[in-house]
């Protein structure tokens, strides 16, 4: 019966985030865990260069891409808001609500659905294909705990690119948003400059830096625990890109609306 099945795909979707969300915080304490001991103990090393070469490979790399959806993101929300804006006069007022609309919220957001298209796929599939290759195992033969040689470094740059990635979407959508406004829509500059200015403050900035980092370390996360755990060849490797790129965007998505409620509630997004 159709009731029956829908109750069935139902438990069966709650079941899969179940063992996702134990499978995500067991990998959290671990990578906490030698992250830890890499800070205490000289002989566990952090591994920098590793850190540095992923945080080049999965940031520096999407710096255009984030821009280039960040200013297109500003583009439209000036001309969006713009015509219900002018029926009560308040055409200047864009710059105040592209200032809260990214600095709160787009800004981060953009920032990580950009980087889990761009790098989380790729973290997936590399680190799958090296379980493919049995290259995990040859690790752990050399006595090389697989979380720190490979997730640690992976995690920490996501989490690092992921905030810089903010700012970089901010200050595009800020700016290509005032562009539209001076240009398209005859907002002084300078009353475009104040307006954002005084309508942005140090807390919507700061939340947004606090969520993209969650939202990397979310990326990082899932990135790797899917990575670990692939089975069955290629096939394998080309499901863990996949559900990678589905179960981040999605957790993203649910860890923002939980932020949301949870700054709203602390009046932490009032102005």
């Known amino acids: ?48 260069h590793a ?9 520096v790399r999407s710096i255009g891409i984030v821009m280039l959806v960040s200013g297109s993101i500003g583009i439209i929300l000036a001309f969006q808001t713009a015509p219900s804006l002018e029926q009560f006069g308040q055409t200047d007022k864009v710059a105040n609500l592209i200032g809260v609309a990214v600095f709160r919220e787009l800004g981060p957001l953009i920032a990580a659905i950009v980087l889990t298209g761009f790098a989380g796929a790729s973290i997936a599939a590399e680190l799958g294909t090296m379980v493919v290759g049995e290259e995990i195992e040859a690790l ?3 006595a090389l705990n697989p979380v720190r040689v490979l997730v640690l470094p992976r995690v920490v740059a996501t989490t690092v690119s992921l905030i810089l990635l903010a700012v970089i979407s901010d200050l595009t959508a800020v700016v290509m948003g005032g562009v539209v406004g001076v240009l398209a829509l005859d907002i002084p500059y300078e009353i475009y400059k104040s ?17 993209a980092s969650v939202f990397g370390m979310i990326l990082g996360l899932i990135a790797c625990n899917n990575g670990l755990r692939v089975s069955g060849g290629a096939a394998g490797v080309g499901r863990a890109t996949t559900d990678t790129v589905v179960q981040t965007v999605v957790t993203v998505v649910l860890a923002d609306l939980m932020f949301t409620t949870l700054f709203y509630a602390l009046g932490l997004t009032g102005t």
């Open 1 to 48: 019966m159709l009731p029956i099945r829908i109750l069935d795909a139902w438990i069966g979707i709650w079941a899969s985030a179940a063992r996702i969300v134990g499978e995500l915080t067991l990998l959290l304490l671990d990578t906490l865990r030698w992250m830890g001991r890499t800070i205490v103990l000289r002989r566990a090393r952090f591994g920098m």
């Open 195 to 211: 307006n954002t200015i005084d309508q942005v403050t140090n807390t919507d900035f700061l939340t947004g830096l606090f969520k």
């Open 51 to 59: 850190t540095v070469s992923q945080t080049l490979r999965v940031g």
């Open 140 to 142: 752990e033969s050399m």
